[in-house]
């Protein structure tokens, strides 16, 4: 912008060139410099104009590191991808754009992502209101070397996204103690898988419950027998297909066979066998499939069941009764594989192990959403009202939004609506209450409901993220995975526009990229090639 400034200046003067370079404070042969790069230009002379002027320099900065910003750091272009885009765009006529230069520029730029990243976090955290949350924590592993994640799962916020040199219970404590520093928050649930370090971690460290992961849960159970299962059913199938095979030539050759003769009753009675298998395998065929879709069912009930709501008419559920729906669900699991070896059994007993503590996981889940409203000081009737109508209906919502199944989601969505007839109306028992007073009723049942979490999927989410990068750059330095963290932080945004930090801290903050394209460089110019000597 200087250069452009001052020969535009220039062309304006009256003053000879030494004169003005003296005016100016530069040496005229830099002056000169100027003037000759741009007169060696090889564009279009409007192009040229446009951006050898101030405003051209201005738009050329921003593409410039919006491009790096949103292709190089957020996405996954290489900076050899870059420069060549620049080359054939005719941009490198402007500035330098070698991959040597732009990969400068993206260290620089991962710097200063991080260095944003402290400062909002430090300054978003001296105004957070203090609460208690919880967090999702798992591990990935690259060239066998764990990237320990914590997450917010409620806001996506990321805690702790670190290399460490191990997974141990005392390396958790370390790093999540280091992350939460200086917030203001307390970590009353973590949920995980069930690794030893990390239920160590939870119980020693953050002195918190742990939630059972559903995923994991669900997992162990389908390994225990849904391809097993359906290896059977396929096997069957293929029985069945030779039977019918069998059964089709044994019947051509005997429609060959001259009548009442002996050869012909014999092939007759080999038919009738043919017959036989045929209906034999088409009832194991059955039975195979009876056995893989019983298995199905009772997997897929788990976590259907598993929720403080019952998802068909929206009414609480006890501990206790989820308790035996599970185990219910499970046993239905075990009948199907009982003829299967000895590890599918062992699959299955590690998960019904776990229905202790998916029951204890409700416990606290209806032990803390009372002491949450215990909090907000609500009379009994409005406080009845919350917890009858409104947080099973806020369930609902949340659990409709999650749902893959158009149709089931539709219909749980209804089902919420129904039980908000009274209250989005303001009739009924809500009508005594003021607009001001039934927000703060519905963000009290919203905030309630999101205690409890089951599953750590967000986590597994941003492992499957960080793979990807890895496979791209087939490294992860600690400051480009310290950038990736702030970028998910402070940038991505859902469609309500709101980024990670925006939910978590309750605040807005600054704007990442406008942020660190006013603390980066100004552009280089395109390095002058000298003419090779014979």
Not at 1 to 26: P, W
Not at 241 to 246: R, Y
Not at 426 to 434: D, R, T, V
Request: proline content about 3%.
């Amino acid at each position: 912008m200087t250069v452009a400034r001052t020969l535009k200046k220039l062309e304006g003067s009256n003053l000879s060139e030494r004169a003005f370079a003296e005016e100016q404070g530069i040496a005229k042969s830099t002056l000169q410099g100027w003037r000759y790069s741009r007169s060696k230009i090889t564009a279009i002379p409007e192009i040229v104009d446009f951006f050898e002027s101030e405003v051209g320099h201005d738009f050329l900065h921003r593409l410039v590191y919006s491009m790096v910003f949103h292709f190089h750091e957020c996405g996954s272009a290489s900076i050899r991808s870059l420069s060549a885009f620049f080359e054939d765009a005719g941009l490198n006529s402007f500035t330098a754009s070698k991959p040597s230069y732009l990969k400068g520029l993206a260290c620089k730029m991962q710097e200063e992502i991080s260095l944003f990243g402290e400062e909002q976090t430090s300054l978003l955290t001296q105004n957070m209101t203090p609460r208690s949350i919880t967090v999702a924590q798992d591990e990935t592993f690259f060239r066998n070397k764990p990237c320990l994640v914590g997450m917010e799962p409620i806001s996506n916020y990321i805690f702790l996204e670190k290399m460490a040199k191990d997974r141990k219970a005392k390396t958790w404590n370390t790093l999540m103690s280091e992350a939460l520093k200086g917030i203001p928050v307390k970590v009353i649930q973590s949920t995980s898988d069930e690794g030893s370090s990390l239920l160590k971690h939870t119980k020693e460290s953050l002195g918190a419950a742990h939630s059972p992961d559903t995923f994991h849960i669900i997992q162990e159970i389908s390994r225990s027998g849904s391809a097993a299962l359906k290896m059977k059913e396929n096997h069957c199938r293929q029985e069945l297909a030779s039977a019918i095979e069998e059964k089709v030539k044994k019947a051509e050759k005997v429609s060959l066979l001259p009548e009442n003769t002996f050869k012909r009753e014999t092939q007759q009675e080999s038919l009738f066998k043919k017959e036989k298998a045929e209906i034999q395998a088409l009832q194991h065929l059955h039975e195979a499939k009876q056995r893989s879709q019983e298995f199905t069912a009772g997997r897929k009930a788990v976590s259907r069941n598993y929720h403080p709501y019952d998802l068909q008419n929206g009414m609480r559920q006890s501990p206790q009764k989820v308790e035996k729906l599970l185990t219910k669900n499970m046993l239905r699991c075990k009948k199907e594989i009982v003829n299967l070896g000895v590890k599918s059994h062992d699959k299955l007993a590690k998960a019904m192990r776990l229905i202790p503590a998916m029951k204890a996981t409700l416990i606290f889940y209806f032990s803390m959403s009372a002491t949450f409203l215990d909090d907000l000081n609500f009379d009994f009737r409005t406080r009845a009202l919350i917890e009858d109508e409104l947080m099973p209906a806020a369930y609902l919502k949340m659990v409709a939004a999650k749902e893959k199944n158009k149709k089931e989601a539709a219909r749980l969505m209804a089902l919420a609506k129904e039980k908000l007839i009274d209250f989005t109306r303001h009739i009924g028992p809500y009508s005594c209450y003021s607009s001001k007073e039934h927000n703060k009723m519905w963000e009290a049942a919203y905030q309630a409901v999101q205690i409890f979490q089951r599953s750590s999927s967000c986590v597994e989410g941003r492992n499957a993220q960080l793979t990807m990068k890895y496979h791209n750059l087939h490294r992860l330095t600690e400051s480009k995975l310290k950038s990736l963290t702030v970028i998910h932080n402070f940038h991505i945004k859902r469609s309500d526009g709101t980024t990670p930090a925006r939910r978590f801290f309750g605040q807005d903050h600054g704007n990442l990229f406008e942020a660190i394209l006013k603390r980066m460089p100004a552009l280089s110019r395109p390095r002058k090639h000298q003419a090779k000597v014979a």
